[in-house]
């Protein structure tokens, strides 16, 4: 089990280097991550290449037992980059370039960039294939743009587009160009679209996609040159968890697995529970169907200008075990010493600017060697889920352009698609139930529930895989605006919810945003309740369903707000509201994941979090309070906690931000 830190030498004086490393041994630290913003240091001027820093620093580590990943420099470019090469700073929608001095600011389809890229990864490549301690490397830091609009990047997207479409015929056809008297006549008169809210959406669709495989593409170039010169050396990336700026299946694909960087209260808040840190691990280890590495995550107060609140004491344990719950393999901590310069200043390590090891150096190092206690049971472990919630990007960032309803409500996620995921996810989460993210490609024959939040782009191959889902046993639930467009953003000519009326037997002949309204609206059965939808509501009309619930207002009274198919061997559910009570979705999900046969080992209480991993015969439950108040959980009985080796009775109590691993 690999556990450390994010560390910068090149920030500090080298005799201090001696006094990291023995720190970090003390700590029970075995791993840094080093280098991803040191490319001036690497290479000072082009071609001429510096690595005695680096291999001193990687000298004394490994005294101290420390193994390394380097990251390729690429997300901070040196100065006598752009001051030779002005033109790979992006070009803004205004015309103007990026001024250099932050990261993330080179045009992505730079050829000149993208051979600077190379030639420094070939070269950190080539120099450390075989230094003993270097176990791996990681591409760039957290991609996600800038987006481009220049000359370079125009043409290459209207070469993109002809590969996509190969006919102008196909792409006029495809973006419905007739609509404004906007069809092209020839490639090169392909726009970028430098307004969101105005251009064509199947434009805006595409574009998204383009700069997502702009990433994936650049990404794919060190992948290349990596695996050619260092073949004993893994590969990854740090992801950003529910970003969704780029497609993350598509940036996992060429990696030999997954690791994201792990702020759970990066924005505020108090103390409780930070179920987008767990949706953003499963998310994680979905991309490949994987175990996954934290390669950042808190380590104190963070922030630029400004700074978050600081971990209080157990916080920076129970974000591990968190993390570890739902398929962290190996840990590493940003940073390791706070810098004293740049716009990190705030950005807190594991130590302070003064380099002193106290109280959250303290912390880190017993969570290490808690962790490490688990090593042996955890080992051929992970999350194996009965549910799973297809998430689809594309249908994200279609939604994003025509989101069709204004949504204010606060939550963590931010976006309309995001959110709509969100509310199933949270019922999944207050429920113990652990869950996968699956792409629309994915095979749905493992999963005894599939959830699919607002499947806005729904081609007919996939609505006919999900009815077969659905008629060979699965169960399936969907929600408002599902299938209203195809692949390319265009609206289906079809009564909706189109090749899936069938399989959720239902007609939506209207549907309406409620902007500054309510529908109220009571469940029936399992969903007994008092509820109101707000947002925006579907007119359902069941054809072979039936109805889970009956609208307050006198004109929808004919409608259904929530409905329940048999169809074949399985059952279709549709909600066709917004709710905003959350027992709405409690109560949905305990009636989709009964149907389904999907029975959590506990339901834990209002605070703490409950996750299985298992493998090999063996299985962890893993139990954390989020709170700073003591939690009685009710467990199996006669099980071993294995992190104080005390047998469970029938009920359990977790201390204030504590954890329990029960062997069950």
Not at 330 to 359: I, M, N, S
Not at 638 to 649: F, P, S
Request: net charge negative.
């Amino acid at each position: 089990m690999y556990i450390g830190v994010d560390y910068y030498p090149e920030h500090w004086p080298t005799e201090r280097w001696e006094t990291d490393a023995r720190l970090m041994q003390e700590a029970g630290f075995n791993v840094v991550r080093m280098a991803e913003f040191a490319w001036v240091d690497l290479e000072p001027q082009e071609g001429q290449y510096r690595f005695d820093w680096l291999d001193r620093a990687l000298a004394i580590l490994a005294e101290r037992g420390i193994a390394a990943i380097l990251g390729t420099p690429t997300a901070a470019m040196p100065a006598w980059v752009q001051h030779r090469y002005p033109e790979v700073m992006a070009l803004q929608k205004d015309g103007t370039r990026i001024a250099w001095g932050v990261r993330k600011n080179n045009c992505m389809s730079s050829p000149i960039y993208r051979q600077l890229s190379r030639k420094i990864t070939r070269a950190m490549a080539e120099h450390y294939a075989q230094t003993a301690n270097v176990i791996g490397w990681q591409t760039d830091n957290e991609f996600g743009g800038p987006i481009c609009f220049c000359d370079g990047c125009k043409k290459t997207f209207q070469d993109w587009l002809r590969r996509k479409y190969q006919t102008l015929d196909a792409l006029n056809a495809a973006w419905g160009t007739h609509f404004w008297g906007q069809k092209y006549g020839s490639w090169d008169e392909i726009v970028l679209p430098t307004d969101d809210a105005g251009h064509n959406p199947s434009l805006l669709l595409d574009w998204k996609r383009f700069n997502s495989w702009l990433n994936v593409t650049f990404q794919a170039e060190q992948v290349q040159i990596l695996r050619e010169v260092c073949p004993r050396h893994f590969i990854t990336h740090n992801f950003m968890g529910l970003f969704y700026e780029l497609n993350y299946y598509d940036l996992a694909r060429d990696l030999d697995f997954v690791s994201w960087d792990n702020y759970p209260f990066l924005h505020g808040g108090e103390v409780g529970p930070t179920p987008h840190a767990s949706a953003a691990a499963d998310l994680m280890r979905s991309l490949k169907r994987q175990n996954f590495w934290i390669m950042e995550t808190t380590a104190g107060p963070m922030g630029w200008g400004q700074m978050s609140r600081n971990p209080r004491p157990g916080e920076i344990r129970k974000m591990a075990f968190n993390q570890y719950a739902h398929g962290a393999d190996h840990l590493v901590w940003f940073r390791w010493r706070t810098c004293t310069a740049g716009r990190e200043q705030y950005w807190h390590g594991l130590l302070g600017h003064d380099g002193k090891p106290l109280r959250r150096y303290r912390e880190a190092a017993a969570t290490a060697a808690d962790l490490r206690r688990l090593e042996t049971e955890l080992a051929g472990t992970t999350v194996r889920a009965d549910a799973a919630i297809l998430y689809d990007y594309e249908s994200g960032w279609a939604f994003r352009y025509q989101p069709a309803y204004e949504n204010n409500t606060p939550h963590r996620w931010g976006e309309n698609y995001l959110a709509a995921a969100q509310r199933f996810y949270l019922a999944l989460y207050r429920a113990g139930v652990n869950v996968d993210f699956i792409p629309p490609s994915a095979d749905l024959s493992g999963y005894k529930a599939v959830l699919a939040p607002h499947l806005y782009l729904l081609p007919d191959e996939l609505a006919a895989r999900l009815s077969d889902y659905v008629q060979n046993g699965g169960v399936l639930l969907a929600d408002c605006r599902t299938g209203v467009k195809n692949e390319t953003s265009l609206c289906h000519d079809r009564t909706l919810p189109g090749l899936l009326s069938d399989a959720l037997g239902i007609s939506i002949e209207e549907y309406e945003a409620l902007p500054g309204f309510d529908y109220p609206f009571e469940g029936q059965d399992s969903l007994a309740g008092s509820y109101n939808a707000h947002l925006f509501a579907d007119w359902v009309t069941p054809t072979t369903a039936e109805s889970l619930g009956t609208f307050t207002p006198g004109h929808m009274r004919a409608f259904a707000p929530v409905t329940r198919n048999r169809y074949g061997q399985g059952w279709g559910y549709y909600a066709g509201v917004i709710a905003r009570e959350d027992a709405f979705y409690d109560r949905l999900i305990a009636e989709v994941l009964q149907k389904a046969g999907v029975q959590p080992i506990l339901t834990p209480p209002e605070g703490v979090e409950a996750s299985v991993r298992q493998g090999g015969g063996k299985q962890l439950l893993f139990l954390i309070n989020h709170t700073e108040q003591p939690r009685r959980v009710n467990v199996p009985a006669g099980k071993t906690d294995l992190l104080t080796g005390h047998i469970t009775g029938e009920t359990l109590t977790l201390e204030p931000l504590g954890v329990a691993v029960l062997k069950l």
